[in-house]
């Protein structure tokens, strides 16, 4: 990427890149949807074969309860009514009761009947004992036809009285046309179906190995009036969920009730091989989130490429601009000395002071390229002596001074004495010069530079005050950024965008640290702090070891 970057100038090789990190997306994408839609189909798939297994069990459950009231329940109490309907002392209470303690198997099923009656086609309905309900009579009343003359065997009639669920056993006295039934206790049914239920698994053992047991089954009878009749546990599982009809198993003994089972996903391990599928969405939106921020960080990584790439191109044009100004200056004055141009000796002076500003110029300009290249490569050596600051700052100030020929600035210093460092000197010198070269290059034309040291709070501070525009506090930490410039300087100074900079790795390295802040003149003020030393009168000075 890098190489496509650099090669990118004129934007053909570069523009390649981001087309193909679209088309990189978009395939992650559509690998993931694809991974997604695999899951969301296996899943879709082990739910179905669960849901299978759940309508066998349900099947099981209809064959079994269906079986236990009519085989145990309902057939011994029609025999018995029946006989009981031949006595010729009629029905009443007491043949009823007398009937429903026939033998053990008609006392078991005898929680089943609510109310027992006789009806004849010209009598209408007689019941044994208490009086039934005259909407339950009349709606009998008019199904007894139905059943009609038969030997043997009842019949089984649902329906919904008042809005209410009833259900009711009909059968007809063998040569008569008296028909005899009861009324089904419908809470009754709750044991008998919890009976059956807990008969045996309603799943076949070889589904499990044996293992999947009712307490996996989650299943609930409603009859036909909706009422809930059973359940087997007290909570349901709907992504596993199937109802069936009871429809007219065993002569439709609950025919209109339905029968709703569920089964319990951690016992899916057991059922199908794999269990039942987790879902993958959480893991495909993380990598593709992950593709996307990488795919956004491979597009701010090349825009910075370009970005070092256009600032470098800049740094290479102005540096060259810079180097060929003075340049320029020290062949044009050489020339003229060389060709003995010069009527005076003061205009000898003034070429050789010309020549000696553009060579300063241009020493401090080299430098400050050599010292760039030594940070990026990571070779700068520091090494730390105790200076005195005021001395050394006073040498450099005195050096920079015929660098102010020709801008019309001054340059005053205020400098506090005694103010000790550990500092490298030539790093140093280099700082304040770059700092002195700033403030004279961005100030007006008759300004007055000011260069301070002072000590506060145990570091010693070397400050360079200006009366130029200033910098806005946006850019106050980019500004020690390389290649980074003003844009309103851009065009309007020349400049190679590094000296800062340096200035801050300098720094830095002495374990110290700068900023600028607004100067009392209205202009910048940079400030450079480094760890002081406290140093007695007439003592020594250490040597401070090298980093």
Not at 18 to 39: C, D, K, N, Q, S
Not at 168 to 182: I, K
Not at 446 to 454: D, E
Request: with cysteine.
């Amino acid at each position: 990427m890098r190489r496509l970057a650099r090669s990118g100038g004129d934007g053909s090789p570069a523009a390649l890149v981001i087309p193909a990190l679209v088309a990189m997306m978009m395939t992650a994408g559509l690998l993931a949807l694809e991974a997604y839609r695999a899951a969301v189909y296996h899943r879709r798939t082990a739910e179905s074969v669960l849901r299978d297994y759940a309508t066998l069990a349900a099947g099981e459950m209809i064959r079994r309860s269906a079986n236990e009231l009519g085989y145990y329940g309902y057939y011994p109490l029609a025999t018995a009514l029946e006989r009981a309907a031949r006595n010729p002392r009629g029905p009443d209470a007491q043949t009823l009761r007398a009937a429903l303690q026939a033998d053990e198997a008609v006392r078991r099923a005898s929680s089943l009947v609510q109310a027992a009656f006789t009806a004849e086609p010209a009598a209408g309905v007689k019941p044994w004992g208490e009086p039934l309900a005259p909407d339950v009579t009349a709606w009998v009343s008019r199904r007894v036809p139905d059943v009609g003359p038969r030997q043997g065997g009842y019949t089984v009639l649902h329906g919904l009285i008042a809005g209410r669920p009833h259900t009711f056993v009909l059968g007809a006295v063998s040569g008569t046309r008296t028909a005899f039934g009861f009324e089904v206790a419908l809470p009754a049914l709750s044991e008998w179906l919890g009976r059956a239920f807990a008969r045996a698994p309603v799943l076949p053992p070889s589904l499990g190995r044996g293992r999947v047991t009712n307490a996996s089954v989650s299943l609930v009878v409603t009859d036909h009036g909706g009422v809930e009749r059973f359940h087997s546990l007290d909570r349901e599982w709907p992504e596993l969920r199937v109802e069936v009809p009871f429809g007219d198993a065993y002569d439709g003994v609950l025919q209109g009730s339905t029968v709703r089972v569920s089964l319990d996903p951690a016992a899916a391990d057991r059922l199908i091989i794999g269990g039942l599928p987790r879902s993958r969405l959480p893991a495909l939106l993380g990598v593709l989130a992950a593709t996307f921020g990488l795919l956004l960080l491979a597009l701010l990584q090349l825009r910075r490429e370009r970005e070092l790439q256009r600032l470098r191109s800049e740094f290479v044009s102005s540096v060259s601009h810079e180097l060929r100004t003075p340049l320029t200056q020290i062949r044009m004055f050489t020339e003229t000395l060389l060709l003995e141009r010069v009527r005076s000796t003061d205009e000898r002076r003034r070429a050789l002071e010309i020549v000696d500003k553009e060579a300063r110029r241009l020493t401090h300009l080299v430098e400050n390229l050599l010292q760039f290249s030594r940070s990026e490569r990571q070779t700068t050596e520091i090494v730390l002596e105790d200076r005195e600051l005021g001395t050394l700052v006073r040498e450099i100030a005195d050096g920079f001074r015929p660098l102010l020929a020709g801008t019309r600035a001054g340059l005053d210093l205020e400098i506090e004495e005694g103010v000790h460092a550990p500092i490298d000197a030539e790093a140093l010198r280099q700082v304040v010069l770059n700092l002195l070269d700033n403030a004279v290059k961005y100030g007006p034309p008759r300004q007055r530079v000011r260069l301070t040291v002072t000590r506060a709070d145990g570091r010693a501070c070397i400050a360079v005050e200006d009366e130029g525009p200033g910098v806005p506090g946006r850019d106050r930490e980019r500004i020690f950024e390389r290649f980074h410039r003003l844009a309103r300087d851009r065009t309007r100074i020349a400049g190679t965008g590094i000296g800062l900079s340096v200035v801050r790795d300098i720094v830095e390295r002495h374990r110290g640290r700068c900023r600028v802040e607004d100067a009392t003149s209205g202009g910048a003020r940079f400030v450079v702090e480094l760890p002081a030393l406290a140093r007695a009168a007439g003592a020594p000075s250490p040597a401070a070891g090298a980093s």
